[in-house]
Structure formats: C-alpha cells, structure tokens
C-alpha cells in the first residue's frame, strides 16, 4: 500500500481550501454535508446543508466518483484514471461523553489520498468495511471505516488478472464478482482463495442485504445466501421473452425490504424468487432507496420519482432537468444522493445542485456550485447538540 500525500488540519490552505468559520452550536440534528465531485476536472467541494453555502474546495488528482463511507463522516473519491483514491473528510465529527456522543463541527479537508492499485473503480462499504476494485490488476482494497481518520491502511488482496469487478466486503471473507470471466470468487480477509461460483456471464453490479448478496448477469441475477461459514448459490433467470441486451446491471437493496431493486431496460426490476420488471416512463439513469425505504428514481426525460418500493408504483414525479444524454466515453450524467427526506441531484450543464424535498416532491434550494457537478455523496452523523 502506497500513501501519496496526506493533508493535516495545518495544511489545508495549501491544498486550495476555501474554508467558512466552523459552524456554531445549536440544538437539533445537523442536516449533513454534500461532497460535489467535479465531472470534467479534479475540484471536490463541500456544501454545508445548515448554512446552504460551500465549505470547502479541494484541487484533487482528477474527476471522481464519490461515495459515502461507512459512519457518514468520510467519503472516498475515486480516481480511476489517475490510480488513485482521495478520502474526505467530511467536517462532522463525534465527540465521546460517556453515556452520550456529542457533535462537533469543524471545516472539511482531504484527509488522504492514497494508491490502491490501477484504475481503481467500483467500490462498496457495508458494515464497517469498505472495499475498492481495481480494475488494472484485479486486486481488491479492503478499508476499515473504523480506523479512518487513525490510519490510511489497508489490504490488499489478489484476484489474479485485471478485469471489470464488483466487490462485497463482509466479516470475514471478501466476494469478487468477475464481469469478463463471469464467476464470483470467494477470499478471507487475508487473501486466500477458499472458492468461487460460475455462471453469471457480463457479471456487473453488486448489493447486499442480511446475509444474501446479489449480482447482476447478462441473462438473470446470481444470487448468494450466506450459510454458516460459507456460501451457497441459485441463479435467477430473466423473463421470458426478455429483449436482446435488456438486463440488470445495477442493483441497490433496503435492510427491511425482502427483496433487491435492479434496473432493467426502460424500467426497473424487483429481485426476490424471481425476477419482476416494473415499468417506468423512461430509462432510469440513477436510483437509490432513501432512510425510509422510499425507492427513488431518476429518469432519462429529466424526472426524478418517488416509488412504492413493494409494488413499484409511482408515488409522485417532478421535472428536474431537461432530458439527460445516454452515458459513453467523456459523457457527465448527473448525480443523486439522499438524505433525510431529500434529495439531491446534480446538474452538470448548469453548474447547480438541486435540494429536494420528498414528502411532497417538490425543489427547495439550488446551489450553484460552478463547473460539471456529476457524483454526490451525503454526509451525516447522529450526535448531540449544545
């Protein structure tokens, strides 16, 4: 593991911040942090949602996805062009009290950035893991959020050959889903192979629920229940008379609902015993589920809509920007992350971030944040406020 450059408290002004004065006290929540990844250029910043205003502005190795890191106080920003992995620290911390945890706010910096390995890509945190593909050699960086913020550490484990991979890190062994060679392999944490699952051909796309972890195939969906120590497998088929290249290639999940969300063709497809597509009124671009279990959807035309995750029906649906351009080589989509009761989605051609209320759907600020806003990952953390 390679540690490129750490950024201190000390030397934040020296890595292009522009700070506002830390936020004072108050009863209530605070409603979190925003991190705005740059689509074209490699600028994060930081929008505080109390102060609806930017808190931080960091030059970084390139653009990047960004995505919340267990605990809500960091988010990785991962460079794939540039080899290497950016960690921000989010400005929200957590103080111990004994019986209580306090709040304490404080200005965001690039905590580290760091070099997991070439062209690293998809990432996925669950519990307090965090894992990172990387593509160029087929290793797998294997965090743990708890030491965030102690140390940049990590492991490494080999896979073997470069390929476009979907990791799941979980206690005590590691699942790397294989888009070229079609198999998901198993690891310890300390990088021995104990064994793998054939079957799942173009395998792209990974989500966790208790203890059963599905993956995206080209013809159904694999999927993994954890048995004891290990692991067993059942493969579910598309539909019949499913058109050629339609298929699930993201898939997202909710603790509390007894089924996966995937996306598939024009619409989305639940994912339990079988597979059941859900019609939308456009292709979905990005979709999440929020605190609540509201199923989230941003669509192709420019809208973004609430659904009934169980049934798939349309709850409400808003107009939020114009009809977005099918991703390729070079293209910026725009970004959403949730919060609590929000939404947020950015907006690349005008430089704007949109704050959306969910209950009813309805725009409540912009934020212009400049250049090609593209991903967004939302920080919060729960503690007590004087």
């Avoid at 030397?11 to 004065?21: G, S």
């Avoid at 945190?125 to 965030?148: C, E, H, K, M």
């Avoid at 704007?352 to 919060?380: H, N």
Wanted: net charge neutral; charged share 15%; proline share 7%.
């Amino acid at each position: 593991m390679e540690v490129l450059r750490m950024f201190p408290w000390t030397a934040m002004v020296a890595a292009l911040a522009v700070l506002a004065p830390t936020a004072s006290g108050g009863e209530g929540s605070h409603p979190g942090r925003l991190v705005v990844a740059d689509g074209r250029t490699g600028l994060l910043q930081v929008l505080d949602l109390e102060k609806g205003e930017l808190v931080g502005r960091f030059t970084v190795p390139g653009p990047a996805s960004v995505y919340t890191a267990p605990g809500g106080q960091y988010a990785f920003a991962v460079h794939r062009e540039q080899n290497q992995v950016s960690i921000v620290y989010g400005g929200l911390g957590l103080e111990e009290h004994g019986d209580h945890q306090d709040l304490v706010v404080k200005n965001p910096y690039i905590w580290a950035t760091v070099h997991t390995g070439p062209k690293p890509t998809h990432l996925k945190g669950f519990g307090d893991l965090v894992a990172i593909y990387n593509d160029g050699n087929g290793s797998i960086a294997l965090f743990d959020a708890r030491r965030l913020g102690l140390s940049p550490d990590f492991k490494q484990i080999a896979t073997g050959s470069p390929d476009h991979g979907a990791p799941v890190a979980l206690p005590g062994v590691v699942l790397a889903g294989s888009l070229n060679r079609g198999v998901v392999e198993l690891y310890t944490h300390g990088g021995r192979k104990v064994t793998e699952f054939a079957g799942c051909p173009r395998l792209h796309g990974q989500a966790v629920r208790g203890g059963s972890v599905a993956y995206g195939c080209a013809d159904g969906v694999l999927l993994l229940e954890q048995q004891g120590r290990g692991f067993t497998a059942r493969k579910l088929a598309n539909p019949p008379g499913t058109p050629e290249r339609v298929r699930v290639g993201t898939l997202v999940a909710y603790p509390k609902h007894p089924f996966f969300i995937g996306n598939f063709g024009q619409g989305l497809a639940r994912v339990d015993t079988a597979i059941r597509p859900i019609p939308l009124p456009a292709s979905p671009v990005r979709f999440d589920f929020d605190r609540e279990g509201l199923l989230l959807v941003l669509t192709s035309d420019g809208h973004l809509h609430t659904l009934e995750a169980p049934t798939g029906k349309v709850l409400a649906s808003l107009k939020v920007s114009e009809a977005i351009a099918p991703g390729g080589e070079g293209a910026v989509r725009p970004g959403l992350a949730l919060g609590e009761g929000l939404a947020f989605v950015s907006l690349s051609n005008s430089g704007e971030v949109l704050e959306v209320a969910l209950k009813p759907l309805q725009v409540k600020r912009r934020f212009q944040v400049g250049g090609t806003p593209a991903s967004l990952a939302w920080l919060w953390v729960a503690g007590a406020r004087h």
